[in-house]
């Protein structure tokens, strides 16, 4: 593919990212999608055959790779796994206010949306979170836990999290997650 094709590719990649993690799968039309992306409509069929689908499976798997890179990028530069949860939930936060709260997580709208009704979504969302749990517990292993506790803990700290994320995006607010991060200390030091 020439240089303009993978371009504008990235594009409609980026442009279906942004407007799908605001308002998720069902409130975004491919239209506005060739428009955030300033691509012309050929170009969405030639780049993604699958349609809306194929893009919003690769617009999700970006995004969770960001986040996973995020998570194991703080995780090498980081004392300790509770550190690495303050830090994560700091770079979160700072993440929703920048975007005025219109971005939280950006698979839990599609996860939410099409776990039950489309297959292949939602196995990017749930490959996505294990990537996510995978990349804490491995750092909590690395500190001592054993492997099972890891993953227990993991998935309870990526479980506060999210629920923190949800919460704090409906309240237009940072407290769910300032509450998230004491309990996630207390769950860690227990």
């Known amino acids: 593919m020439a ?18 993690e605001a308002r998720g799968y069902f409130g975004v039309g491919l239209n506005e999608v060739l428009e955030a992306g300033k ?18 499976a690769e617009a999700l798997a970006a995004s969770g790779q960001e986040i996973d890179s995020l998570i194991r990028a703080l ?15 700091d770079a979160l936060a700072d993440r929703m206010e920048k975007a005025d709260y219109a971005k939280g997580c950006p ?9 039950a009704t489309n297959d292949s979504l939602q196995k990017v969302c749930a490959d996505a979170y294990d990537s996510w749990q995978r990349a804490l517990a491995d750092r909590l292993v690395a500190d001592g836990h054993p492997h099972d ?7 309870s700290v990526l479980a506060l999290i999210e629920g923190a994320l949800v919460l704090a995006r409906a309240q237009r607010s940072r407290t769910p997650i300032e509450r998230a991060r004491r309990s996630a200390i207390i769950l860690l030091d227990a």
């Open 75 to 89: 995780a090498v530069s980081v004392p300790d796994t509770r550190t690495l949860i303050e830090a994560v939930l």
């Open 107 to 115: 698979i839990a709208t599609v996860a939410l949306e099409v776990a």
């Open 3 to 20: 240089v303009k094709g993978d371009e504008t590719r990235a594009r409609l990649i980026d442009a279906a990212r942004t407007l799908i």
């Open 39 to 56: 691509a012309p409509r050929g170009s969405l069929y030639h780049h993604f055959p699958g349609g809306k689908d194929q893009l919003t």
């Open 149 to 155: 506790q890891a993953e227990d803990l993991a998935c």
